[in-house]
């Protein structure tokens, strides 16, 4: 129904690591709770398996309580964007709205999988979402000649191509101003911050980031860094925004949450259900890793996840409607913001160590 594990999921109209959880290098947040779903699936069929055992003893008894209060806890985490499959509707973070025009923003966020060279039917994906905004990630310099196209309808934009799984492409029908490359960690992988004219008038911020992944054997430092210094641009900056792309996170790990906190982002996958957009070439190893989340002021009117093109993530389109008299101001505790600025200091550290910016491809593990 809602955005489970079907490709063409739609609707239309945090927590700390715990038990278990996957241990990756020091310098980050040291645990990745992104299979949670799979670990839960896992310990529910373990329960299984120790109640059936036809001798119990006192330690199957206690392994049942902890598999039970194992399991209940991440049931709790889950909620949110598992049980609503099953509810007549949504209870939303990010309340549901029809738009007018001029103050409707289409985004589409898509992780082309830079090495995606033999497939040819994302630009008709992207012709018949319309977007107004369309951030690409991993993209190289076949990419750049490929979406050269689209500049025809969204002549406004930012590019840096990389042969790294890093390069980025933004293009906007709207106008931009102040669009600028941010490199948040002094790595190689480039963020695009930029303001956004709606036909409205209004002006509006846009946080387009793809931060280095969470791997075994790679420190979530930089990825982490990333996240909290755009929520830290986007605490101060005062105009309605948006913040879009892989971010390399799910909706219920720690640093989304701090993301969602300090920078006033409200996740619309909340009631609806998990929009899974990775991993497209799997059948079990799927997560939410592709996110357009809104700040205050902003309405959902729709979010999709679009058909596969060849890459090991599908396309996220959101379409937002900005409310008359939006404002973006908040209050965030001295201690939360002083816990993200050290954040980013640690990701900078990082960033400049040895081998911490080596490009993706250079290590075991796929992106």
Excluded at 249 to 268: C, M, N, Q, S, Y
Excluded at 275 to 298: E, R
Excluded at 331 to 356: H, I, K, M, P, W
């Amino acid at each position: 129904m809602f955005g489970f594990f079907s490709p063409r999921s739609r609707f239309s109209a945090s927590s700390r690591p715990f038990f278990p959880s996957f241990p990756l290098t020091r310098g980050g947040s040291g645990t990745s709770t992104t299979p949670r779903l799979q670990i839960t699936l896992l310990l529910l069929a373990v329960l299984v398996a120790v109640v059936a055992l036809p001798n119990r003893t006192a330690i199957s008894a206690l392994s049942v309580a902890c598999l039970v209060a194992a399991i209940s806890w991440n049931v709790v985490v889950l909620a949110p964007f598992v049980l609503p499959v099953f509810a007549l509707g949504p209870s939303p973070e990010v309340a549901a709205s029809r738009c007018s025009a001029d103050r409707r923003l289409r985004v589409l966020t898509v992780n082309v999988q830079m090495g995606n060279h033999h497939d040819h039917r994302l630009l008709e994906i992207v012709r018949n979402a319309d977007p107004d905004v369309a951030w690409f990630q991993e993209t190289d310099a076949w990419w750049e000649s490929e979406l050269a196209p689209l500049a025809e309808t969204m002549p406004h934009g930012v590019s840096e191509a990389q042969d790294n799984y890093f390069g980025v492409h933004l293009f906007s029908r709207l106008p931009l101003g102040d669009a600028e490359i941010r490199h948040l960690t002094n790595s190689r992988n480039p963020s695009v911050f930029a303001a956004a004219t709606l036909p409205s008038g209004d002006e509006i911020k846009l946080y387009a980031i793809h931060p280095r992944p969470p791997q075994v054997g790679q420190s979530t430092a930089e990825r982490d860094a990333q996240i909290m210094a755009t929520a830290l641009e986007a605490n101060g900056d005062g105009m309605p925004h948006v913040i879009m792309g892989d971010l390399n996170t799910v909706p219920w790990e720690h640093f989304a949450g701090r993301l969602k906190r300090i920078g006033g982002f409200g996740d619309p996958r909340v009631g609806r259900g998990l929009f899974v957009t990775w991993n497209a070439n799997s059948t079990i190893l799927k997560w939410p890793l592709d996110h357009v989340m809104p700040g205050p002021g902003w309405r959902l009117a729709r979010l999709e996840v679009l058909p596969t093109f060849g890459s090991d993530h599908l396309p996220l389109l959101a379409e937002l409607c900005l409310e008359d008299g939006s404002t973006s101001t908040r209050q965030v505790e001295a201690d939360e913001l002083r816990r993200a600025r050290e954040t980013v200091a640690r990701g900078q550290s990082r960033a400049t160590s040895d081998g911490a910016s080596n490009p993706l491809g250079t290590e075991t593990a796929e992106e």
